[in-house]
């Protein structure tokens, strides 16, 4: 739990901890235009560890090789114009570490206002799982797909309003791909809140960003609960596991495509 400006607190942000270390983590949303985004590293080993940073989820020819000393921290501010291109972040790392970013914001002359932080993924998924999501009056929901396998990746997403009915949108995303999906190109979904379930037919990494606000001061961006970490909690928790449940110990089943399924335009990852 962070909070900044001793004189004017007006932010805050908090995030869970992080269970365990991964030699891999993945960043899809490459930030907003206007933040200072921040990447933050920790080494819990008592040995040198040594990382891979590539600035693109899908090229791995552009990564940089990075250290961090025994039991010790390492900031990565990542360059403004990140924000107004479709990349994603990858570390990986010959020693598990844990990773954290940080989004901070200034607005009218007070910095910062307004931020974020939040852990990545340690790995893309099939499925993906949202609680949260807004798309009515200040609040805008998006949502960041990225692509790092070489298969495509059929993609369906069903949003899950509080009137128990729920919207599908059915999208392809390519190798090599990012695809950002508002709220707002998702049919029937406006004045509604929601959940959202992630379906890929190829691993994909997803993320949502929540913004907020008459002029969007605020904000959140989370990846998403993947299957397997749904499945490993519910494993550990007798009580809370229903054996009835289609998910409680399989795979999800991929849903029959559409024949003319509607196709967001996909951004390439250059």
Known sequence: DSQWNPDVLVGGSASAG?????RDWYFAEPGRLGQREFLLLLNPNNALATFEFGLQLTDRKSAELLTIAPNSRRTIELPAELAATPNGVHFHSDLPLVAERSTYRDYEQISPV???????????????????????????TSFTLANAGSESAHVWMTFYRDDA?????????EPGRIAAIPCSSVDGLYGSSFSTEVLSSAPIMAERTIVFGPNGEGG???????????????????SRRSDSSPRANTKPI???PTPTPTVTPIRPAN
């Open 165 to 173: 009915t729920s919207v599908t949108k059915v999208i392809v995303l």
């Open 220 to 238: 959140t961006t989370s990846a998403g609960v993947s299957f397997e970490q749904a499945i490993g909690e519910a494993a550990t928790d007798s």
């Open 18 to 22: 992080i269970p365990a270390a991964s």
């Open 114 to 140: 307004e931020g974020d932080n939040s852990s990545g993924a340690t790995a893309p998924s099939t499925t993906w799982l949202f609680a949260e999501g807004a798309c009515f009056g200040d609040f805008d």
């Open 254 to 256: 991929m849903p029959t």
